[in-house]
């Protein structure tokens, strides 16, 4: 099995590229904080090269620059070539399927030079779905009353057969 998961930052911008059938590709290299810090060292980072296809690669492009955090998903892929000096050359990428936005589209306007609100405190108050006052949230309580039925307001019943389902 070949599959790789990556959450790290964008080391540099992406580049997108076009190829002769008008098909978007985008090259980019995202950073990833090994788990371990050396004794007595510094954190030490990997920077991974990926490529990502598609409109995907358009979206990247579009949204996300150098600092941006992503996830990505995908396989590794070995390569070579040779170089112009005549050596051959190898090259190991992540061939990504799928990518992940990871952090807030203010985080990602700022580190391009966007719009940024200093102030920000995130409200971590979250009040659960039945209606408790936020002040008065408490999450060791319960949130539902089981005694009663959550749903006898959403209106008729919906009956399912088997061939309703995709699976």
């Known amino acids: 099995m070949n599959k790789v998961i990556l959450i790290g930052r964008l080391a540099r911008d992406p580049e ?3 190829t002769p059938t008008n098909v978007s590709v985008a090259t980019f290299s995202i950073a990833v904080s090994r ?3 050396p004794q007595g060292g510094q954190p030490e ?3 991974i090269n990926c490529v990502i ?3 995907q690669a358009e979206n990247l492009v579009k949204y996300c620059h150098k600092g941006s955090q992503i996830a990505v998903e995908g396989r590794i892929q070995t390569r070579n070539y040779n ?3 005549g050596s051959k050359r190898y090259v190991t990428e992540v061939m990504c399927d799928n990518i992940t936005f990871l ?3 203010a ?3 700022a580190q391009a030079g966007g719009y940024s609100d200093n102030n920000y405190q995130p409200n971590n108050n979250f009040a659960p779905a ?3 006052p936020v002040d008065n949230y408490n999450p060791g309580t319960p949130t539902t009353d089981i005694s009663e039925d959550p749903f006898k307001d959403f209106g008729e019943e919906i009956t399912l057969s088997d061939d309703d389902l995709p699976f």
């Open 16 to 18: 997108l590229r076009t």
């Open 35 to 37: 788990p371990f810090v």
């Open 45 to 47: 980072t990997d920077f």
């Open 53 to 55: 296809w598609r409109r």
């Open 83 to 85: 170089a112009q000096d």
């Open 103 to 105: 952090g807030t589209k």
């Open 107 to 109: 985080d990602n306007q």
């Open 130 to 132: 039945n209606d408790i």
